[in-house]
């Protein structure tokens, strides 16, 4: 399953629960991170999908049996429940073998822009997150589905305040959308109850707690953004990152998009990679929309890490 945006493309992505019989975490508790930049010049991508490669959130892998089922809990709080007989292999049988989960969870805006996850639909609604996470499961190294009647919970740390109007997403081939999955929202959490997986199965499953109707109170214009940048000379990505809401827009159709909410505060972020020097390039500009704004940037040379520490600055 791929969610594909411009110039790019992703490859995409409860309730206290007691520990069941038969789970196994890895020994190590902390995930190993598989997009660690191993070039000798950490600065230097080859392009903006290898900047997303190296920088967003490393993938975590968990075992559990697949008879007996099985829990566990991420670095970031994440409480995962799978039950007994939750799988079935390519022949339609039950998994009753070990069974290997890959999972990662996205709760920030600075990650989900990393990992190029947007809260947004392909048609510019922008969605406001209640956070994102990637599911696959494999046995033997092959992917397996849900077997019918199955269900995994996947509770979602929530310290913001309650939004009962979050609904489950998940993403396929033109982009967010909704199915069979669904969202409860409790106190401090919600509860996304996986009842459907993505086709194909060897791409995983990326999934979204969204508030659909969040921006529907703000009236749509236009932003327009203008630089004096050769643009044909990066590889490079724009978005909003918007002041006291978990929402992270990009823009498919540069350089203008006419989704913008009136009145709302935000900060352009453009991320690129230079192709003559493989080099990042980046742009933050503070903005309050108005009516058919027009916004001016240029993208200065970075480091990775300075990228970080502004980006970081916006989750608030």
């Given at each position: ?74 670095p970031q709080g994440t409480k995962v429940r799978i039950p007994a007989n939750a799988f079935w292999d ?227």
């Amino acid at each position: 399953m791929k969610l594909t945006l411009k110039n790019i493309a992703i490859a995409a992505t409860i309730f206290s629960i007691s520990a069941i019989s038969g789970c196994k975490k890895d020994s190590t508790p902390t995930p190993t991170n598989t997009n660690t930049n191993s070039q000798s010049n950490p600065d230097t991508y080859s392009s903006l999908s290898d900047f997303y490669a190296k920088n967003g959130v490393p993938l975590q892998t968990f075992t559990i049996n697949g008879a007996t089922g099985g829990s566990f809990t991420t670095p970031q709080g994440t409480k995962v429940r799978i039950p007994a007989n939750a799988f079935w292999d390519n022949s339609n049988q039950v998994v009753t073998g070990p069974v290997t989960i890959q999972f990662k969870d996205i709760y920030k805006k600075s990650d989900m822009l990393l990992s190029n996850v947007p809260t947004m639909l392909r048609t510019g609604q922008l969605l406001k997150s209640g956070g994102e996470f990637f599911i696959k499961a494999l046995s033997a190294s092959v992917a397996v589905n849900l077997a019918p009647a199955k269900s995994i919970v996947v509770q979602q740390p929530n310290s913001l305040p309650k939004d009962s109007s979050m609904m489950a997403y998940i993403a396929d081939t033109t982009g967010w959308t909704q199915n069979s999955n669904y969202v409860v929202d409790t106190a401090g959490s919600y509860l996304y109850q996986i009842t459907t997986l993505c086709m194909p199965l060897n791409g995983g499953s990326l999934c979204n707690t969204d508030d659909y109707n969040y921006f529907s109170h703000y009236s749509p214009t236009s932003l327009t953004l203008q630089t004096t940048d050769t643009v044909s000379l990066y590889n490079f990505q724009a978005y909003l990152m918007f002041t006291g809401i978990n929402t992270t827009c990009v823009y498919h159709t540069y350089p203008l998009y006419n989704g913008a909410p009136l009145g709302l505060q935000c900060t352009l972020v453009v991320v690129g990679v230079r192709l003559s020097n493989s080099k990042l390039y980046s742009a933050f500009v503070p903005i309050t929309i108005t009516a058919n704004l027009n916004v001016s940037y240029h993208l200065t040379q970075t480091t990775t890490a300075n990228f970080k520490t502004q980006l970081s600055a916006l989750n608030n």
